[in-house]
């Protein structure tokens, strides 16, 4: 077995190292203290970190503090992390040790080991030291909240461009639906009635709205806070450090950045990343409601609303034979929840910070990546295999809507509240449409104009009632 490790050591003493890992000592550490839960490092803080070592190695040459040889080294091998061509390589478990450093040093030491190999070392031996040479001029607390930073912006427009399908599908059906007419629920009891288009352009408009929101965070974590080193003073870092690295960032990541106006807020506060896990759940809840609606008016389909039909996709029982069930809206619940989970411990972890550091921000990182990650897989596969493939049951909505006693308020203007009340009463009783009832009041002469000194006729009664799709238009019935 001993041909299998490699010994290494760091400022506590000798490790057993798997012999092929690029890793080294302190990630060996971490591994061996945070069998915790079994799950790795998103891609997104993999990359992003990778991104800060390569632009460091640069800045740094640049700067006159790390020679040629060893800076070309480390910014490929960095490139290389960024490509995803080492990524079994990072493996300390989430739950790890405050603030990052364990991750930060499993970047470092894999970084190390790989520009060692392509300077011509062997991994052990390193050419390139992880702390002196990779990590010059940072410190995990200013990398991390970078790193969480640029993670969050590399999927950015990913995610937007999810939302915004959903929104434009959510918006043709809209259209597609806007000719049928049907009965408005309260509480969910009948109401006036709406347009099934006038519920889907409200959907359309609510996840828009969602989107504006995540656009507008987002764009508050494009101020950078590497640079600020330990504790925000940028101790050990050149002065045109910073300015730099958010340069050579933005021209290696092609995102938008901007230097921080204050290192140490940028360092002490991660309001930033609560504000944009906030933006994502509340598309959250707004995803929930639709996705509840769309399972009420597809119930039954003999004993429910069936005024929609999803596309069927899978049996949906083992014992129930011809059952098919709401399978993507109850996806999309279920992801959802867990969208609201991962948002609970970011606003948790992010008021866990004291003084100059947030200690929390390995799961503050880790549950904005799976968020971005589940919102992005569930509204793709919700727009793809829900919304497009949706379509109304007309006869069943406006059957409903003939059966809606509530369609008097129409009346309003002519007859009042009060004797409309009555009717409805009436019609409930006697398991009539309340048109027809209110049609024999007028023509017994039962009923009374509310303001006017006058008998109600049928024909107006018939003609406030007879074109249901004004009822959707808003204003005075006349």
């Given amino acids: ?100 450093t364990s991750h930060n040093m499993n970047v470092n030491e894999v970084v190390a080991s790989r ?65 049928i007419v049907k009965s408005g629920r309260t509480h969910l009891q009948d109401a006036v009635p709406v347009r099934l288009g006038q519920e889907f352009g409200g959907y359309a408009k609510a996840v828009t709205r969602d989107g504006e929101r995540i656009r507008r965070a987002g764009d508050m974590l494009r101020r950078m806070p590497i640079g600020g080193t330990a504790t925000g003073t940028g101790l050990n870092a050149h002065p045109e450090y910073h300015a730099r690295m958010v340069k050579r960032l933005s021209e290696i990541t092609g995102l938008e950045l901007h230097t921080s106006d204050n290192l140490f807020e940028s360092m002490q506060s ?26 009420l008016l597809a119930s039954g ?3 429910g609303l069936d005024e929609l039909r999803l596309p069927i996709l899978q049996p949906g029982s083992s014992i129930m034979p011809g059952k098919v069930n709401p399978v993507m809206a109850e996806m999309t619940d279920m992801a959802m929840f867990h969208v609201i989970g991962c948002d609970t411990t970011v606003a948790l972890a992010v008021q866990a910070g004291q003084l100059e550091l947030n200690v929390m921000m390995p799961i503050i990182a880790h549950n904005l990546f799976e968020m971005m990650q589940v919102m992005i897989g569930s509204l793709r596969a919700f727009t793809d295999k829900c919304v497009v493939g949706l379509t109304a049951n007309k006869e069943k909505a406006e059957g409903w809507l003939a059966r809606n006693a509530i369609i008097i308020t129409a009346l309003n203007p002519l007859i009042g509240y009060q004797a409309g009340a009555a009717l409805v009463k009436q019609a409930l ?26 008998k109600v006729s049928a024909d107006e009664i018939k003609k406030a009632l007879g074109d249901l799709r004004k009822l959707t238009e808003g204003g005075i019935v006349k």
């Fill in 1 to 100: 077995m001993a041909d299998l490790v490699r010994i290494e050591k760091d400022s506590l003493g000798e490790v057993r190292v798997p012999r092929n890992a690029l890793y080294g000592a302190q990630t060996q550490r971490a591994v061996e203290n945070f069998p915790i839960s079994g799950l790795r490092p998103w891609r997104a803080f993999i990359w992003s970190m990778a991104a800060i070592k390569r632009a460091a190695a640069d800045v740094n040459h640049a700067l006159g503090l790390l020679d040629k040889e060893k800076a070309e080294a480390i910014s490929k091998a960095a490139a290389e992390v960024m490509e995803g061509k080492w990524d079994d390589q990072f493996v300390v478990d989430p739950f790890q040790a405050g603030a990052g």
């Fill in 115 to 179: 520009a060692t190999q392509l300077l011509g070392g062997e991994v052990g031996k390193s050419l390139v030291n992880p702390n002196d040479h990779v990590n010059m001029a940072q410190s995990t607390n200013d990398t991390i909240p970078t790193a969480i930073r640029l993670g969050c912006l590399w999927r950015l427009d990913e995610l937007l461009d999810v939302v915004d399908g959903l929104a434009a599908a959510l918006a043709t059906k809209a259209k597609e639906f806007d000719p």
């Fill in 270 to 295: 991660l309001a930033d990343a609560a504000d944009f896990s906030a933006a994502m759940r509340t598309l959250a809840l707004t995803m929930i409601r639709i996705a509840n609606d769309f399972r």
């Fill in 301 to 303: 389909p003999s004993t």
């Fill in 429 to 454: 009783k006697e398991e009539r449409t309340v048109g027809e009832v209110a049609v024999e009041k007028a023509d017994a002469g039962e009923l009374k104009h509310v303001s006017q000194d006058r």
